[in-house]
Each structure stands twice: as C-alpha cells, then as structure tokens.
C-alpha cells in the first residue's frame, strides 16, 4: 500500500485534471451544515467538516431512482415490454467520505451484491464511483465508530486514505482504482511518513468518546430479545418519522413504485423505511408491524440482531452518530444497543418507569 | 393556492344556480380568457420520472 | 449480469373465473419469448412476481405445475390496485412476470415420504402445483400415501374443481374435499377443516409430511389438530405471506426476524417459525 | 432547570399516588444537550425522572391519542391548545386526561445555539433569561430571547389554556410582536417568485415525513400521501410531489395548527414549513376572528357556516 504526499498547494490542480475524467462529489457547505454534491465547474470541496448532514449513500444508492421504463402505446411493437433504464456508466469520485460513511458501503455490499443475486443498479454504481476518504480528525461526541469495528482512519470501502497533515494530505492508495485516480490528479510524490500517519491514527482514536458494547448481542436468543420489555419506554417517544432510516448511510430498504407520464411507464427504486406502516401492510388490512413499538424494535433488532446472525459481521452500524443527533425525539442507539447488549432474563422482572 | 405561487387568474371561484344561464356563459368566458392570457401552467406538472439526482 | 428487476415479457392466453363470488380468476400466461420458460424453470411452491407496467407489482403463487409445459398459470383474488386491474385485463394484453421467487416445498426432503396436504379457500394454489407434480407419472412413485384435505366455504368456492373431481376417482390420492354447510348436490365431507382433517388425515410419523396452506383461522385450529395426529413440528410445512416488494431479499419489508419470507421462504416448517418473531 | 419542575413532581407524584391518573406523560433528560425525551411515567417514585427546562419544545398533545390509559400531561400553552382541539375533534376524551399546565416563557431552538459556538455544544445550563453554554471548552452567555424557536418569539399563548392543575404563576403574554411578518414578506411576493421560494425552501426535504408525525393533528390512520386508491401523490421525490404533501398538509391543518412549531423543529434538514401552515393561520385569524385551540365551546371555522363569512373571493 503506497503512501503519497500531496502539498495542499497541488490539491486544485490535481483536482482540476481529475475533472474532465470524472464527475465529483464533495462536501460543500450550505449555510450552516454540509452535504455532499456534485462539483461544479471550478468548485472545490470544502473539507472542514465534521461529517455532512446527510450520508452520502444516494450517490450510489439515490433515494429515487427510475429503473425501468416501457411504452403504453399499444401502436408501439413492444408496448408493455419493460426495460431497464441503461445507467450512465461515467466514472465518478467521491472525494472526502468520512471513513463511517465509507464501510457502510461495505455493508450495504452484503445486501445488494450477494452469491445469489445483484442488483445491477449498485453494482453498476459502485464499480463507476472512486471514493477518496478523509480520514477524521474531528469525531463529535455522538461518534462511536471504533465501538463498531471501524474507526476515524479506517480503509474499509475506500480507494484512497487521505490524512490531512497540516501543509499536506497523506494519500494511502488502497486499490488499483485509488491508484488510477492518483495517477490522472498527478498526486505521485511517494512518502514515507508513515509513522506520521499511525500517531495521527492513535490520536484521532482518542478522541472518540462514545462507546457501545455489542458483544454480548450474537448470544442473547431472538425471541427473548425480542419480547424484552423495554422496548415499550424506547418506543413510547418514536414518532415514527423516517429520519433515522433516511440520514442513516446503512439503511438500505426500498420501495418499488410504477408512475405513469403521458404514454410511458416507469419503474423506481425509493427509499423506504421500516418506521412507515405502510412498509408492511398487507392488501388485507392486516400489518405484521402494526404499531410503532414493533416498527421501532424491527430496526434495532434488524441493525443490532438479526443482521449480526445473519451476516456474522458485527452490527448494520458505524457509528456515525447522525441518527443520534437528528432524531425529533432524542432516542439513541448507542443507549439502546447498550441495554440490548446487557439484556438479560432477569431484566424482564424489572419494573419499567 | 395564489400563496404558494399559482397565478391568481388561474383560479376562479363563483356560485352560479342552475337557473342562472347567462351568468354561467359570462364566467366561463371570463375565467377561459384570463387562463388563455397565462398562457399553458407550468406548475403542479410532471413530465417524467425525476428526482434521481444522481443517475 | 441478469436484472433480478426485469420482468419476462407474457401475454395472457387465456382467462378462467375461478370461483362462483368471481373474486378469484385463473390467468394463463405465454412467454413471448419461449426461452424464457426454460429461464423461469421452478418448483412447486414458489411465486412469482406478476407485474403490470405502470400499475406495479404483486407477489402470487405459481400454480400451474412444473410437468406441465408451454405456459404457467396464477389463480388471483382481487383485492389491492395491482390484483383489480389485472381482474380487469382482456386475454392477449401484454405484461410481465418476474420469478421464480422463494424457496419451494423441500421435494428433496419429501421424496418417499407420505405428504397430507391440508389447505382451505384460496391458498390452494402451490398446492395445486404440488399434486399435478407429485401425481405426474415420473413423480408418483417417488412418493408414498398422498391425503388431501381442502374446504372452502361452498362448493362454488372450491378452486380447480374438475381436476378435483378427476383426484377423487383416482386410487393413488385420498381427496377429502369438505364444504362448511350442507349444499344440495354436494356428495362429500361437511364440515371445517380442522376437524375434517383430524377424522380423515393419516397418522403423523417420521415418514409424513403435512403441507399446511390456508386462511389464518384455520392454520390456528388445524395445527392443534396435527400435533394431536402425532406430526412433529419440524414435519408441519407452511407457507407465510407478507407483503413483498422486490421477491429476492433486498427491499427489506417482509422480513421475520433475520429470515426473509421472500428468499428464505415462503415456505417454512412450523419448527422454523417458532424459532422467528411472528411478523407475517 | 426551570422553577415548574418541583411543582411538576410533586402533582405527577400526587396524581399516580391518588390513582387519579395511570401515567403521566412528560419529558425527562435526554442524551444529548438541549434535548429531551417524552416519557411515560407509571410510579409514583419515578416521577424524578421528569424534566422541565427550555428544551421541552416536543408537542406532549402529540402522545394522547388511541391510547386507553388516564393520562397526566404535562401541556405548555401550545400543548394545550393542541389537547383542547384533540377534544373539539373527538380523539381525546377530556374525562380521561388531567392536564398539567405548565406557563412557558419559550422553548429554545438548537440550531440557533449551535451556530453560535465554533465547536459542538457540551452543555447548556439554564439560569433565569440567561442561557450558559459551553462549547469547545469555552463558556457563553447568550439571553434566552435571542434563541427562542421562531414560533415561541412570536407567541402570544404562553399560559395553558385549558388545566386541571397548574405548575407555576401565570406568565405575561407578550404583546409587542409581529406574528406575521414572514408570511407578509411572502404575501408581497410576485405569483413566480413565490413558486420559486417554495422551490428553494422545500428543495432540501427528503419525505421523511417528521413534520408530519411530529404533528399532534397529523392523526389520520392513513395519510393521504400513503393512499393507493386512489394514490393521490407520486412517492418519489420529484419537486412535485415534494410539495403537494407539504401543502396538502397544511391545508389539513387550516383553522387547526396553533403554531405550536413541532413540525420546523422536528424536520432533519431544517425547513422552515411554518411559513406554510401559518399563512392559514393568518387568513383564519383575519377572516374568521380564530385562533386554534383556545375555546372548547366554539366549533372552528371550517365545519361552521356563519352568514357573516367573508366571501368576497367568490365572483
């Protein structure tokens, strides 16, 4: 793994030769937040954040997505024939995703891309996307990555490690596709500072204060888990909204909706959210998560159970801390994952407040 | 309506009873004329499945 | 690489009114392009997407039979957007089907077992599928006793009645249809399911299966009705239902627990959803 | 924290003590600062887990509906008037809440706080107008009034409208305020420009549909926009759709929102959908002399008919 050194003064116009091979995204601040966008002409991305409003999955997994598309009219030879939409197949890079944002990539690899079936429209998305991280030297207090496998420099889903070391950013290229990038930026000054690198490493660590313990989660059986009784005075202040599902860069649900314009039809992939009771309604009236107990126990079981059976890959979370802060209502996953983790049969007993 | 930015001659409220004929001719040429000046709405209409923002 | 989102191109060949209340209808599909059927190669026991450009997509049961060849077939009740406009479609209009989804009912594992195959009212469709399989010449000596239990509420409310009446004459299944109330003309069981099942069903035992489809009232009082018979849960196979978006295990929604309906069912033994949260 | 809250405990205590309630709805301390969390207490001893500070911005009425249990709640001015239009439309039954009412002197707005400090925010401490925040390591003086939700610096219900049992002395209602100056503002717009700042407020909205559940009168089992037959609203995001459900929804609240400002406080990405919901506020105040929530003897405007109603928009 090759380390390179960028001088700060080379950054514009290294990004100004990737420009004409790639679309970029990057953080850019909009009044008081930041959210990623796709680069203007001339626009560079602003890397003085601490992590942007919004996760940055819908650049390859948009909230709204048309799919398919077909003909109505029935003068047309293959009218009422789908057909999928052919993606766009320009290389595109993401410069500054935080490292969380990143491996929940990875995550969400384990649901779109498995043995059995793929989804075309990620892996198409995937394979065209570079992603240049920012490793994070400003953890808030609502980050606990490294409670979950990850941590502020983590390499998982990137191309490309970028540190910022004061007049320079310490590039650690990850993959083949980091070194092509690099290469057109002609960001090609090797270094060795990698010590630099790892105090960095040790110091950024540091200053995550959060922590959650998830290694109790594998052995406590799903049905008890699941009838556990605090689940009611977790559940009583959820309003229901998708904020927590949509802000969240692992959540991957999906809706599948036909729109009509003029004569064409058209297939799309929304984001859905298992907070809606719509997500399970069934035709006949009848909802398996009628209430909003069984849909806020259905994600924390789902993020914090049943994917770690499922996948024996830790928790669906990286600790990002967006729903934490974003949450209407203050419910926190880092104390709900704690109280899962500790839940035990003699907790039932317990008198609930 | 209007406050959300829909032109004001775009809408149009009146009563007319069924007996009042003449009344009903003079609105509805009224409220064609003042739509046909604004030409076609160009808001409230969707052409194509949008909102992808990155494709 | 294969997009799990696209459909199969079909036109409707043909279309039956299933039942007296005409609330169910068989649809005969024709894949416009015929390889496509050697692509949508299934198992009795899967679904299917049927998938109506514009209008969206529904989750049905195949029950046409994997022996039986140049077409498949889906017996739907209109009940939601999708289900009544397809109710309203003509023979010869264009659509799409998507599948085979799910897993089936386990066939390695039944191979010579006895099957008692319970189902009531419009769940029989999968069911269907399995007995024109396992009654297909090459199949039938692969199986040992074959029983079925199936009521619905009248006589006109039975699904796939001539093949019904061409079962009963025949010696290697035991057909035990049964009605809720008398009805004039009606030579056969009287009587709910549960109960008909608990007289006429064979004994549960290591070598019997029992598949077990039906309206939630009677999963609830004939599951009491096999375990009395002696049938071990992990000998009990059902089939859920949830509601269902894209069929292979990615959009999330039908989830019970960490299992899938969609992919990792439908079908599951009563063994296996003990073991889930009963979200279905 | 604020002076209600010993009188808070004490009547939640004496409530669930007497059995006259099964369970008092209020907030206790959150996770993170300048929040808290609605809670439901059962005993009389945990009634020390109640908090009562300037962050308790959450619609408490919000809490109340499809519920079987007596229930004790907490209700600032606003609340209140929600309760009493929960009453007015059947979805609470009076005889089975006793409302603690609760003056406020406004509820603070987080965003407001933050972008004033160079650092997160550790902690806001409370005293009097004052608010003590520290961020960074560094501590702030900032008065309250200048931090106040939008909805809360224009408020001219402070005091709970409707109560069983009263936390602290009347408050003053502020009377020097323009209610409606960002609605005017828009008003004076052309018909273009208003489209396009309508466009430009809602462009950030990701449907996750907090305003709408933040709502204490968003109670209908199935919202339009999750109807299917007919589906009345495209479920993707296209500007469209986007503000059909913002505007549909307010007009669902006309002569119903009291600006109790849930909705901007609940929303992730911080639009301001107040300016929607209050324009009908106005026009009900203007035309029609009401204001949501206050009486529980008047039926609101838009199921009455009066000879007197304005009508001069019909031609």
Redesign the interface.
């Known amino acids: 793994m090759k380390l390179v050194s960028i001088d700060k003064k080379d950054w514009e116009k290294g990004i100004e030769r990737l420009r004409p091979r790639y679309r970029l995204?990057g953080p850019i601040r909009e009044k008081t937040y930041h959210a990623f966008q796709?680069l203007d002409e001339g626009q560079l991305p602003d890397l003085a954040f601490a992590n942007t409003r919004l996760s940055p999955k819908?650049?390859v997994f948009?909230?709204?997505?048309?799919i398919l598309e077909c003909s109505l009219d029935e003068t047309k030879a293959d009218h009422h024939i789908m057909k999928s939409i052919a993606?766009?197949d320009t290389p595109?890079l993401v410069l500054g995703i935080r490292p969380c944002d990143a491996s929940a990539l990875t995550l969400l690899d384990l649901n779109f891309n498995t043995d059995e079936v793929k989804d075309p429209y990620w892996i198409q998305a995937r394979e065209k996307t570079t992603f240049f991280g920012l490793a994070c030297d400003t953890p808030q207090s609502t980050c606990f990555c490294t409670s979950v496998g990850g941590g502020p420099f983590d390499e998982k889903g990137l191309d490309v490690l970028l540190v910022d070391a004061d007049d320079r950013y310490l590039a650690k290229i990850l993959t083949e596709k980091g070194a092509a990038a690099m290469q057109a930026a002609g960001w090609q000054d090797e270094s060795d500072a990698n010590a630099l690198l790892e105090r960095r490493r040790g110091a950024a660590e540091e200053r995550i204060r959060s922590v959650v313990h998830t290694d109790r989660l594998k052995d406590i059986d799903i049905l008890r888990l699941h009838g556990a009784p605090f689940w009611e005075d977790i559940s009583f202040a959820c309003i229901n909204c998708g904020t927590c599902t949509y802000l969240c860069p692992t959540c991957w649900c999906f809706d599948i909706q036909d729109?009509v314009?003029?004569k064409?039809a058209?297939r799309?992939k929304n984001w859905d959210s298992c907070m809606y009771p719509l997500f399970t309604h069934h035709t006949s009236g009848h909802n398996p998560r009628g209430t909003k107990l069984q849909r806020l126990r259905q994600r924390f079981m789902h993020k914090l159970k049943y994917f770690v059976d499922k996948h024996d890959a830790g928790i669906m979370c990286v600790g990002c801390g967006r729903c934490v802060h974003s949450c209407p209502v203050n419910i926190d996953i880092r104390h709900i994952c704690n109280l899962m983790n500790q839940y035990s049969t003699e907790d039932a007993c317990e008198a609930q407040g | 309506m209007?406050?959300?930015?829909?032109?004001?001659d775009r809408m149009?409220?009146?009563?007319i009873s069924s007996a009042e004929a003449t009344k009903f001719v003079v609105?509805a040429k009224e409220v064609t004329e003042k739509v046909r000046a604004l030409g076609p709405n160009k808001?409230?209409?969707?052409?194509?499945?949008?909102?992808?923002?990155?494709? | 690489m294969q997009n799990p989102y696209l459909p199969y191109p079909v036109r409707i060949d043909d279309i039956r009114i299933a039942t007296e209340d005409k609330s169910l209808k068989t649809f005969k599909f024709v894949f416009l392009d015929p390889d496509d059927e050697d692509r949508f190669a299934f198992r009795a026991g899967q679904f299917a997407e049927l998938s109506i450009p514009g209008v969206g997509e529904i989750p049905i049961g195949i029950a046409s039979s994997p022996v039986e060849k140049g077409f498949v077939t889906f017996t739907v009740f209109r009940s939601g957007v999708v289900t009544t406009h397809l109710h309203n479609m003509k023979i010869g209009d264009i659509m799409g089907i998507r599948g085979p989804l799910g897993n089936s009912y386990p066939w390695d594992l039944l191979a010579g077992k006895n099957i008692l195959i319970v189902g009531g009212g419009f769940a029989f469709t999968t069911l269907r599928s399995s007995i024109v399989y396992m009654l297909d010449p090459a199949n039938r000596p692969k199986f040992g006793d074959i029983d079925v239990v199936y009521g619905a509420r009248t006589p006109g409310m039975l699904l796939y009645k001539d093949e019904l009446v061409a079962w009963e004459k025949r010696s290697d299944i035991n057909m035990h249809l049964t009605i809720d109330a008398p009805a004039e003309g009606w030579q056969y069981n009287v009587g709910f399911t549960p109960p008909i099942t608990e007289q006429k069903a064979p004994q549960g035992d290591e070598n019997t299966y029992a598949i077990v489809c039906g309206p939630p009232v009677m999963i609830k009082f004939t599951l009491p009705v096999l375990e009395k018979l002696g049938y071990a849960h992990d000998h009990i196979i059902m089939s859920l239902e949830n509601r269902m978006k894209c069929g292979f295990g990615m959009c999330g929604r039908c989830g019970i627990g960490k299992e899938l309906v969609c992919k990792d069912g439908p079908v599951f033994t009563l063994d296996q959803i003990n073991h889930t949260p009963r979200e279905y | 924290m604020s002076e209600h809250i010993d009188r808070i405990r004490d009547i939640a205590q004496r409530l669930l003590a007497e059995g006259r309630v099964d369970m008092i709805v209020g907030f206790r301390k959150g996770t993170l600062p300048m929040m808290n969390e609605p809670c439901f207490i059962k005993t009389p001893t945990a009634v020390d887990q109640l908090v009562w500070d300037s962050h308790c911005g959450i619609n408490l009425a919000n809490y109340l509906v499809d519920r079987s249990e007596t229930i004790g709640v907490i209700a600032k001015g606003c609340d209140s008037r929600n309760i009493v239009t929960h009453i007015i439309e059947n979805k609470v039954d009076r005889d089975k809440i006793v409302i603690i009412g609760v003056p406020c002197h406004g509820m603070v707005d987080k965003r407001k706080i933050q972008s004033l400090a160079d650092a997160e925010i550790e902690a806001v401490a409370e005293q009097k107008d004052q608010l003590v925040v520290t961020a960074g390591g560094n501590e702030m003086t900032v008065p309250k009034k200048d931090v106040l939700q939008e909805n809360c610096r224009v408020c001219i219900h402070r005091n709970p409208v409707i109560y069983d049992e009263l936390a602290g002395e009347r408050t003053e209602e502020q009377s020097d305020v323009d209610r409606y100056a960002d609605v005017h503002e828009?008003?004076a717009l052309s018909?273009?420009?208003?489209?396009?700042?309508?466009e430009d407020l809602l462009a950030p909205c990701i449907r996750c549909y907090a305003c709408r559940n933040a709502c204490p009168l968003c109670y209908c089992p199935t919202c339009f926009v999750d109807e299917s037959r007919p589906q009345w609203v495209?479920k993707?995001?296209?500007?469209?759709?986007v503000?059909?459900f913002h505007?549909l929804r307010a007009f669902h609240c006309a002569g119903r929102c009291t600006d109790c400002g849930a909705c901007e406080r609940a929303c992730p990405v911080g639009i301001n959908m107040r300016v929607?919901t209050k324009?009908l506020e106005k026009d009900c105040f203007e035309q029609y002399g009401w204001e949501a929530g206050l009486t529980l003897d008047e039926r609101p405007p838009l199921d009455t008919y009066r000879l007197e109603d304005p009508q001069d928009?019909?031609?």
Do not use: L, N, Y
């Not at chain 4, 993707?236 to 759709?241: A, K």
């Open positions: 995204f796709r819908d650049i948009p909230q709204s997505k048309a993606g766009d595109q729109e314009h003029q064409t058209c799309m | 209007t406050h959300m930015g829909i032109e004001p149009h409220f009146s009563w609105v808001h409230f209409i969707k052409t194509e499945a949008r909102g992808a923002q990155h494709v | 828009i008003e018909p273009d420009e208003k489209w396009h700042f309508f495209g993707g995001q296209d500007p469209t759709d503000r059909t505007f929607f324009k928009f019909i031609k």
